[in-house]
């Protein structure tokens, strides 16, 4: 069965340093999206990718973060200054588009930023 | 905003119990209604939906119930395994309201002891 990847699946990083998260989403998928959880916190929704553009962004994605396709099969989560509450396991998750609604997840990527 | 509230974990049970995990939802539109599990280890997955009102999810034995009147969607087995033994996630989308980001509970773990 087809799924999506992340890679690395541990990341530690000293604070105010660059960060990139990749994803890997299932060939067919026309939907991308990242999502965070702080640990004993809510999943949170950051931010949605269609057609090579962000479609929706929740507050919590602000100037630190961007997204791109740079080569048309990896999806990437940058973070251009790492804090100390960047802290979280990142998901990535994807979706074919149409009625299904269905949005699968990668492993997940956890950041800990010192 | 939309928003999903689940019961705190966690819970244990013995093998062969029965299980509740209770979820209720405020959303400005009609949404969409999700249970994911994460097993230790792994991504997200989805469990099971219902995209209507009386709608009925099922799958591996789990149900759940999208209810309209009582804004809720617990998620219900009648005899749990150990290898049930996961945290699970309700969520809710609102494409009716533009939106396919997953909004979801804090999540609740169960533990199945043998």
């Known amino acids: 069965e087809p799924e999506v990847t992340q890679t690395p699946s541990h990341q530690v990083t000293q604070m105010g340093q660059e960060v990139i998260l990749r994803c890997v989403p299932i060939s067919n998928h026309l939907y991308f999206y990242w999502y965070r959880q702080i640990l004993g916190q809510k999943v949170e929704f950051l931010v949605s990718f269609y057609n090579n553009e962000i479609s929706e962004k929740s507050e919590i994605f602000d100037d630190q973060f961007s997204v791109e396709r740079p080569d048309g099969s990896n999806f990437t989560l940058k973070i251009r200054s790492t804090k100390l509450e960047d802290s979280a396991m990142y998901f990535c998750a994807t979706y074919e588009g149409g009625i299904q609604e269905t949005q699968y997840f990668g492993p997940g990527t956890r950041l800990l930023v010192l | ?114």
Not at chain 2, 42 to 52: P, R
Not at chain 2, 84 to 111: H, I
Request: charged share 20%; proline share 4%; with cysteine.
């Open chain 2, 1 to 114: 905003g939309d928003s999903v509230t689940q019961m705190e974990g966690p819970v244990t049970l013995s093998e062969e119990a029965f299980l509740t995990i209770n979820c209720t939802y405020t959303a400005t539109g009609y949404p969409s209604l999700f249970w994911y599990v994460q097993y230790p280890g792994e991504g997200l997955q989805l469990l099971l939906k219902a995209t209507k009102a009386d709608d009925k999810g099922s799958n591996k034995g789990f149900e759940a119930t999208y209810r309209k009147e009582t804004t809720s969607f617990h998620l219900e087995k009648g005899s749990v395994q150990v290898s049930d033994s996961a945290v699970y996630f309700c969520a809710l989308s609102d494409p009716g309201a533009g939106s396919y980001q997953l909004t979801f509970g804090k999540g609740t773990k169960l533990s199945v002891i043998p």
